[in-house]
């Protein structure tokens, strides 16, 4: 049975690392999007059927509220069952090493090494210095791009999410109620549209995606939505 080494006793799931981070502002900007383009269709389709402004008001209101509970507790679970499969995954590796230490693991990161680029001497060479000194740590990385106690936080994201979708829900709110009814839907669509670039830029910029298509996508997303309600909210107006 081998003993597992590692160099980082000390648990670091506290600290705001890399990883996290950016899947906090991930949370975010998807809240922020979430709640402009479900609060806009919302308001949009109560708009066209002509209500008066404290329906609107409590429709926006209304929205707000159910979507952002809903964004932040899906982000809840998504996280909290990411978390869940991070710590068993560090729990199947320990007994993997524990267990299949010489037959097993310093093959297993050989391939990986080799995989990236290494000529088999080498990466056998590196895998053995590396399971010698941080075995646990290095093959968590290294095989299932996991760093030892750097666990995500749920509530994070959950917060991140919540906050962002109320921010993001605000626009089509105002928007709507400030600008007068002959105006009212469009100006608010405008609006909207704007807001929408912005948020496809962001979220385009942290996929490394294409800017254009990501733009695109939202856009359209958000006037599908506010089309289709306010289609519906017109028929029955």
């Known amino acids: 049975m081998k003993a597992i080494t590692?160099?980082?006793?000390?648990?670091?799931e506290h600290h705001f690392h890399l990883s996290e981070r950016l899947n906090i502002i991930r949370a975010g900007v998807l809240g922020?999007?979430?709640?402009?383009?479900?609060?806009?269709?919302?308001?949009?389709?109560?708009?066209?059927?002509?209500?008066s402004q404290y329906t609107l008001f409590l429709a926006g209101i209304s929205g707000m509220l159910a979507g952002a509970f809903s964004m932040g507790g899906g982000e809840y679970v998504s996280v909290s069952t990411q978390r869940d499969t991070q710590k068993s995954m560090m729990r199947l590796q320990k007994e993997?090493?524990?267990?299949e230490y010489d037959a097993e693991e310093v093959a297993s990161?050989?391939?990986?090494?080799?995989s990236k680029g290494l000529?088999?001497?080498?990466?056998?060479?590196?895998?053995?210095?590396?399971?010698?000194?941080?075995?646990?740590?290095?093959?968590?990385?290294?095989?299932?791009?996991?760093?030892?106690?750097?666990?995500?936080n749920p509530w994070h994201a959950a917060f991140s999410s919540f906050f962002s979708f109320i921010l993001g829900s605000?626009?089509?709110?105002?928007?709507?109620?400030?600008?007068?009814?002959?105006?009212?839907?469009s100006g608010t669509v405008a609006s909207i549209v704007v807001a929408l670039i912005i948020t496809g830029y962001t979220s385009a910029t942290l996929g490394h995606a294409n800017h254009f298509k990501g733009v695109l996508r939202n856009v359209l997303t958000g006037v599908l939505t506010m089309v289709v309600t306010y289609l519906i909210g017109g028929s029955i107006g």
């Open 109 to 114: 990161l050989q391939r990986t090494y080799e």
């Open 119 to 152: 000529p088999t001497p080498l990466a056998n060479q590196v895998a053995t210095a590396f399971m010698q000194k941080d075995s646990l740590d290095i093959t968590l990385r290294e095989k299932y791009n996991i760093e030892l106690h750097h666990y995500f």
């Open 32 to 51: 922020a999007n979430d709640g402009i383009i479900s609060v806009a269709g919302i308001v949009v389709g109560v708009a066209s059927a002509h209500q």
């Open 170 to 185: 605000l626009l089509p709110i105002l928007t709507i109620l400030a600008i007068p009814y002959p105006y009212k839907v």
């Open 96 to 99: 993997a090493i524990q267990n």
């Open 6 to 12: 590692t160099t980082n006793a000390k648990p670091l």
